[in-house]
């Protein structure tokens, strides 16, 4: 009897051991990667920067932007180590009330560029109801791709201070974003709408914004708390 039970659990152990395999089989093969591991800022570097970084730090196993710029957008974003062309880019993310910040893609180092955003598209990230210093413009609100298209009216985002699940999907300038399981913008990246709505709009001045097919993840810090954790990428 005894050896019967013994096959028994050994058959069971090998089941679920086959199971895990399977399991990180299909992890492995969908090829995601953490771009943030919940403890410190490995992975990540100041922006046009070398050394410590000391405005973002860990809470809880998120990652925080202290808000160290104060009255500026410039000087405290944080990028990945790894750069990435075509990608799926997924994370979690809260703001304190009147907060700013941001997501972007494809951003260029170089001395010649002060902030990431002058070369990177960004998923806008706003306190949408308590922003005050100035009435948001809708090419400014959160989820826009900044200064260029506007969310549609699938759009629903979680009061400040819950979390919120976003997604970018790039995949040769074809590009999606998405908010809380819907999705609220879509576009190509190049088309001659997208030349017309650089040329005329924010971006006019700024040749080289957009235009780079590979680039690093930045995270803004606009001199506002925000909160971001769950940062995961696959290349496409």
Known sequence: MMMKTNFKVLGLAAAISFGSMQ???QVKKAGWISLFNGKDLQGWHGYNK???VKNWEIENGALVCLGAVKGTDTGGDIVSDKQFAN????????IDKGSNSGVLYHVVESPKYEASYLTGPEYQIIDDIGWVPDKLEEWQKTGADYAMHIPNSQKKIMPVGQWNTSRIIFKNGHVEHWLNGKKIVEFTAWDADWQKKKAEGKWKD?????????GRIALQDHGHKAYYRNIKIRRL
């Open 23 to 25: 399991s990180f089989g």
């Open 50 to 52: 070398k050394g410590e």
């Open 87 to 94: 990608f799926e880019l997924t994370w979690e993310w809260k």
């Open 206 to 214: 700024h040749p080289e914004y957009g235009m780079a097919k590979i």
